[in-house]
């Protein structure tokens, strides 16, 4: 039996429920309206730079014992509702369902969105470039094992724009059909989860091969059909494979996060908290990469990440990747990229985006 105090939460509880319900329909209206005007002036449902000042100003009022990333998690959703009464996005993805990409999509997107899994990286670009989906979602990179080179390769020649970018934290697990270790003989995963692993299998399973494949999605729907095979990758894909976890944590590194971008065609509103990501190549002349940053000491921008990538074509020869503080729209930012420009063989934008976390 419940005494009195517990069926006065419990009523208050229910009116709290019924109050949100109520303002969730009030705000559906809304959005199907806000919609409207969107497609009249032309305007694209999705902005990341007005849902990232949304979750800004939700996160400065919310003083309550709601932790900050639970209210995040709960409005995500409402989003991602609002978005799909508007008009339905599809997502390309690195796939098949259940890779980290997936779950990255999901975290950005919400669940009232269409995903379509893509078998490689080059083809969630190809699919965005030919608007066959509006959006992509490709991962960039790692703590641990730096930069995915296929996703940088692909960013030099694009025509497509980085519009958002999610960090994801990374906890693999050991999955298979088999209950334990014993009879193991091969191990599966993308490359990179794999090296992320190394560690531990040199010590837990020294005597298996190990197998690389697209996606830690692909290596849990391979080991289905391995009775000596398994598979490294999440959690989700264990669960969604129905595949028995062996053992978890199986990463070297605890503090392993991967960092994801959105792509897509259009272009983002500064929103005070951004950041910007360009390619460029200087002359092969001693001096040269000083005096290309040097307007970036000049004008206060913090440099986030400088990377160098080896020109194809020339041996010995490099284009650098840089992220940094700020809009390419904002007056600094502007003034800095034009100095880069004079001094520079060749240069790239490759979006300006709201800066995660």
Not at 172 to 200: F, N, T
Not at 334 to 343: M, P
Request: aromatic share 6%; with cysteine; net charge negative.
């Amino acid at each position: 039996m419940l005494d009195d105090s517990q069926i006065k939460l419990r009523d208050a509880l229910r009116s709290k429920d019924d109050e949100i319900v109520r303002l969730l329909r009030e705000r559906a209206e809304l959005s199907v309206e806000m919609g409207k005007v969107k497609t009249k002036n032309g305007l694209h449902i999705y902005d990341p730079a007005q849902e990232s000042k949304i979750f800004s100003r939700l996160e400065e009022m919310n003083g309550g014992l709601l932790p900050p990333r639970s209210l995040k998690v709960i409005f995500s959703e409402i989003l991602s509702a609002s978005r799909a009464l508007q008009e339905p996005l599809s997502i390309a993805y690195l796939g098949p369902e259940a890779s980290f990409t997936h779950m990255a999509a999901k975290a950005q997107f919400g669940e009232s969105t269409l995903y379509a899994p893509q078998t490689t990286i080059l083809d969630v670009f190809d699919r965005v470039e030919k608007n066959r989906v509006n959006y992509g979602v490709v991962p960039v990179e790692n703590s641990l094992e730096g930069i995915v080179k296929m996703t940088q390769d692909r960013l030099i020649s694009t025509s497509v724009n980085i519009l958002a970018e999610t960090y994801l934290p990374i906890e693999h697990v050991l999955m298979s059909i088999r209950r334990d270790r014993e009879g193991l003989k091969r191990v599966y995963s993308h490359p990179q989860a794999l090296a992320q692993c190394q560690g531990w299998l040199r010590k837990h399973l020294p005597e298996c091969s190990t197998h690389e494949v697209a996606s830690t999605a692909k290596a849990a729907q391979m080991v289905l059909t391995d009775d000596k095979g398994a598979a490294i990758g999440s959690h989700n894909a264990a669960t969604t494979y129905k595949l028995n976890i062996i053992d978890d944590g199986v990463e070297d590194c605890s503090s392993n996060i991967t960092r994801f971008l959105v792509i897509g065609e259009e272009r983002n509103n500064p929103t005070g908290r951004d950041k910007t990501s360009i390619i460029f190549g200087t002359r092969h002349d001693p001096g040269a990469l000083y005096r290309a940053l040097q307007p970036f000491a000049e004008k206060g921008i913090n440099l986030q990440k400088i990377v160098s990538h080896p020109i194809r074509e020339s041996v010995w020869e490099y284009l650098f990747f840089v992220d940094f503080s700020g809009h390419r729209d904002e007056e600094a930012t502007g003034e800095c990229l034009q100095k880069l420009r004079d001094g520079c063989t060749f240069i790239k934008i490759l979006g300006s985006y709201p800066m995660a976390g």
